[in-house]
Structures are given as C-alpha cells and as structure tokens.
C-alpha cells in the first residue's frame, strides 16, 4: 500500500513539477507576469507553448489517475501488478512530458496510451 501512496504523492506533484519549464519560459518573455499569468501563458510559442500544453494534461491525467486510484482502493486490489501498473503509469507520465518538451509527437501519443492503458487495466483488474 505504501507504494500506492508514493505513486499518488507523484501524480499529486507532477502537474506543479511540469509547470517549471513553462514559468521559465514566461520568464524568458518579459518576466513572470503574475497578475496575469495565464493570459502571457496563452502567448508562448514554441517549447514553451509545449510545455503548458504537457503542464495542462497532466492536470487531465491526474483526475484518471485518480479514478483508477479510488476503484483500486474501493476494491482492495492493491497488490504487486496493480502498484507496478501505477508506477508504470507515472514513468510514462514523466516520459510523456518530456516527449512534448522535445516535440515527439508519434511516440509521446503512444505514450500516452500506454499510459491510460495502465489505468484501464487497473479498473478492469478490479472488477
């Protein structure tokens, strides 16, 4: 169980980790505008537009994260393949982001999918 609750301490940190690289780029654009930081968010392009892209879908993620958490839980299905798909599903996350960063957009979809397929098998090994 411990496991689960490092994984969920993870998908609860990586959406605010994933927003550094786009404050250093609103940073490199004039300085961090925090009176209005969404609006010169909107105005990146580039690496920097990918990063808020990456930033925002991990926000997505983390609400199937935790679904597939709570269903889980619920259940009682807590044991090694559930906390391997879990980890599984935070490494791709990580490695999601850095796709976007990098702009591979083939392989980070398939990531991607990887990803929501660990959640997927999560819930249905929990039936």
Known sequence: MTTLIYCALAMMLLPYL???PVAIYQ???GGYDNHMPRQQQASLTGLGARALAAHQNTFEAAI???IAFAVAVATQNTGGTIQGLFIGFIVLRVLYCVLYWLD???LRSIVWGLALGCLLVVVGLSL
């Open 104 to 106: 591979v957009s083939t």
């Open 18 to 20: 994933a927003k550094i």
């Open 64 to 66: 199937m994260f935790a």
């Open 27 to 29: 940073q490199k654009a």
